[in-house]
């Protein structure tokens, strides 16, 4: 699938690469290091059934912070993200609204890209849709299939018809290194109330565990459906994917594995249950979970309604820029609601640092000293992509006390290149 245009990231002296990390399934702040110069990156991508809002931006924006980290200590950044273009939801909404859910991904994608391309955020080197990965989540299923990890259960109460296919819980975890809540972190009764409100189906008769997740979903009449070789036609479930995706893209284990805390059970757990069954080895050595982000107190989703979609900011006139701005004042692991007079706040700290360009220095440049500005954020990213306290560094050295050591070209390629914000945009 295409992604969107590389933003402009001017280059900077590299700078060694220590960052720290949070990491959900240990739950501590630890040092990460790529492996031989390779730094690689998952970010489960969206259901494209509705526009992109700001939930989904925080999310790509924070994560766009890590791969400008690791591209400015030199490293190469393999980042793949996913399109969930065919599940549940988007072929509800298609049939509720009467559009032929093709389009509607489509656009909705389209729509995505342009919102992603407005915020100047890094595209993923590869962006793949759960379409055309169908051949490869097919030889997966057959292979966990196989080695005795996944099950069929009928799709009619009679037994009759092809079978939906189901992973194995207990099966897995006899086989493979994973343990139930060994990634997301949570307990038992917790991922309980979870799976359903999820997209998980505890109910359904004919699973061993309630919470085994579907692998793959036989055709059903006037559903999309696909060859799926030796499981008979359908199409994927939703953790097959990413785990599908991300296995044939990048390294094994990956460095980092990414999404919103909605994602930590089932998503991101099942994904990782996959992998490690049908290789043996880790899906990812590291978990983030970015915070969600609400509206008035409840957290902003497609299927409640209450968005603030960042085409409808941008529509109504508000500076893309802006918009990064108020998503880099909160850390990455923070929930937050969204409010108007944050919005205007942001938009005041970035008009102030735009005038402070105007005003500071051309002749000096102190890059590597301590009070440089370069510096300065990368010190605030490594320590746990830390956005608000780059941004504090932001304003001291608007105010005069980083400004010194930095000249007005290097404080605008510096700004560009780690936080993706142009200082010198009119
Ligand atoms: N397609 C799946 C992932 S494979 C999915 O969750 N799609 S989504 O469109 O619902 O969400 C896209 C990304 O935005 C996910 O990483 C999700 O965790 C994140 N996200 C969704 N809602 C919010 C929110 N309110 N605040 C922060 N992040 C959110
Ligand atoms: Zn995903």
Redesign the pocket.
């Known amino acids: 699938m295409q992604s969107w245009s590389l933003p402009a990231v001017p280059d900077l002296p590299p700078v060694p690469e220590t960052l720290e990390l949070y990491d959900t399934p240990s739950g501590t702040t630890a040092a990460t290091a790529s492996r031989g110069g390779i730094a690689s990156l998952y ?5 494209p059934y509705d526009a992109t809002h700001l ?2 931006a ?2 790509y924006v924070h994560f766009d912070l890590l791969v400008r980290y690791w591209r400015a200590c030199g490293l190469d950044v393999q980042y793949v993200q ?1 399109v ?1 273009d065919i599940d549940d939801p988007l072929l509800e909404r298609a049939t509720a609204t009467r559009v032929d859910w093709r389009q509607l991904a489509e656009s909705q994608v389209q729509l995505f890209r342009e919102d992603m391309e407005a915020l100047r955020v890094i595209p993923p080197t590869h962006y793949l849709g759960a379409v055309e990965m169908i051949p490869a989540v097919v030889e997966d299923v057959e292979r966990l299939v196989e080695v005795g990890v996944a099950y069929p259960v009928s799709a009619d109460a009679e037994g009759a018809g092809t079978p939906d296919y189901y992973f194995d819980i207990a099966a897995a975890q006899q086989h493979a290194e994973w343990r139930l809540g060994s990634v997301g972190g949570y307990d038992r009764p917790t991922m309980e109330e979870l799976f359903p409100q999820r997209g998980g189906d505890p109910q359904r008769p004919g699973k061993r565990d309630p919470l085994d997740p579907l692998l793959w979903r036989a055709a059903r009449a006037g559903e999309p459906q696909w060859p799926g070789g030796e499981l008979g036609p359908g199409r994927p479930g939703w953790h097959i994917e ?1 785990s599908v995706i991300a296995r044939r893209h990048l390294p094994a284990p990956f460095t980092v594995q990414g ?2 805390s ?2 930590r059970f089932p ?1 991101h757990e099942f994904s990782a249950a996959h992998a490690t069954a049908a290789d043996g080895v880790p899906l990812a050595e590291r978990y983030m979970h ?5 509206l008035q107190g409840e ?4 299927s409640r309604g209450n968005l603030v979609l960042v085409s409808g900011l941008r529509e109504r006139g508000v500076d893309p820029q802006v918009i990064r701005t108020l998503i880099l004042s909160h850390h990455w692991r923070a929930d937050w609601d969204y409010t108007e007079s944050e919005l205007q706040q942001a938009q005041q700290r970035l008009a102030g640092w735009k005038q402070a360009l105007t005003h500071t220095p051309e002749n000096h440049d102190g890059a590597g000293s301590p009070e440089d500005l370069q510096y300065a954020l990368m010190s605030a990213l490594g320590n746990n992509l830390n956005a608000p306290a780059a941004l504090g560094a932001l304003d001291m050295w608007a105010s005069g006390h980083l400004a010194a050591a930095t000249s007005v070209t290097r404080a605008r390629d510096v700004v560009l290149a780690l936080l993706g914000l142009d200082l010198a945009e009119r």
Request: aromatic share 0%; glycine share 24%; with cysteine.
């Open positions: 970010v489960c991508g969206i259901t939930g989904h925080n999310t996913n969930t990413c999404g919103g909605d994602l998503h970015t915070g969600m982000v609400g957290k902003m989703s497609k």
